[in-house]
């Protein structure tokens, strides 16, 4: 975990959404979020139909996906 130096934090709390950061080594751009806020989203993007996807079981089920 990394903690925010005490300019970050009036940068943070001057910002009205959410915070651009760019890796300068990368230039990739990463968005800082509050916890409750990503993992309400992790909940929307997974929904309620995602749970049991990943048994093993149900890979049976392969064998009626259309194939090309």
């Given at each position: 975990?990394?903690?925010?130096?005490?300019?970050?934090?009036?940068?943070?709390?001057?910002?009205?959404g959410?915070?651009q950061i760019?890796?300068?080594l990368?230039?990739?751009v990463?968005v800082l979020?509050r916890k409750?806020v990503?993992?309400?989203?992790?909940?929307v993007?997974d929904?309620?139909n995602?749970a049991?996807?990943?048994?093993?079981e149900l890979?049976?089920y392969?064998?009626?996906r259309?194939k090309?």
């Amino acid at each position: 975990m990394i903690e925010l130096t005490e300019e970050q934090q009036q940068v943070l709390s001057a910002e009205k959404g959410p915070l651009q950061i760019v890796d300068p080594l990368t230039q990739e751009v990463y968005v800082l979020v509050r916890k409750d806020v990503y993992e309400l989203g992790r909940r929307v993007i997974d929904g309620p139909n995602r749970a049991g996807w990943d048994d093993p079981e149900l890979d049976i089920y392969e064998q009626y996906r259309k194939k090309p």
